[in-house]
């Protein structure tokens, strides 16, 4: 699933983990943050099969 998100924007793996971890320890973007997500739910995943 991570490889999907990372690969549908060309996100990093690790950009895409801390997003969906909500790590604000070293902030990325909001326009990332929202690229991340738009693939997230573009590729049928939700709040709830996202963390599983």
Known sequence: ???DVSG???VSLVTVTRILNA???LP???ET???VWRAVHG???NQT???C
């Open 49 to 51: 099969n996202v963390y």
């Open 8 to 10: 549908r924007d060309g």
């Open 33 to 35: 943050e929202e690229k």
């Open 43 to 45: 590729l049928g995943y």
């Open 23 to 25: 790590d604000k320890s």
């Open 28 to 30: 990325g973007s909001k």
């Open 1 to 3: 699933m991570l490889k």
